[in-house]
């Protein structure tokens, strides 16, 4: 299993950014996809997921702003980033949850990639 995260970058407050993860994987085993984010000396924590019935959820934060999306083969899972805020800045990071040889879900994650909102 692959998760490889593209497009991270520095943008201005109120700017846009699009993150992509590229996913490697038996696909039909994927239950969830989702975004997590962890800013220094804290803990990775939800930004936003979307199960396999595509319901989606949000952390408050993101609601209104960001979104997102996946393929229909489960490849790849996207989130765009609106109305950016300094607050956004951290690093991000592709999570899938995936159902092993076992039978048991067990989540993996992308390198992560960074995003920095600042003028």
């Known amino acids: 299993v692959q998760l490889v995260e593209s497009g991270g970058g520095l943008v201005q407050p109120g700017g846009s950014l699009r993150l992509s993860c590229a996913v490697s994987?038996?696909?039909?085993?994927?239950?969830?996809m989702g975004w997590y984010r962890q800013h220094p000396g804290q803990e990775r924590k939800i930004v936003a997921l979307?199960?396999?019935?595509?319901?989606?959820y949000y952390e408050d934060f993101a609601k209104g702003r960001f979104t997102i999306a996946r393929d229909g083969d489960w490849n790849t899972v996207s989130l765009q980033m609106n109305n950016l805020r300094p607050e956004d800045t951290a690093v991000y990071y592709c999570h899938i949850d995936y159902e092993s040889d076992r039978g048991f879900v067990q989540p993996y994650w992308g390198q992560g990639t960074q995003v920095t909102v600042s003028s």
């Open positions: 979307i199960a396999s019935d595509d319901r989606t």
């Open positions: 994987a038996d696909t039909s085993r994927i239950s969830n």
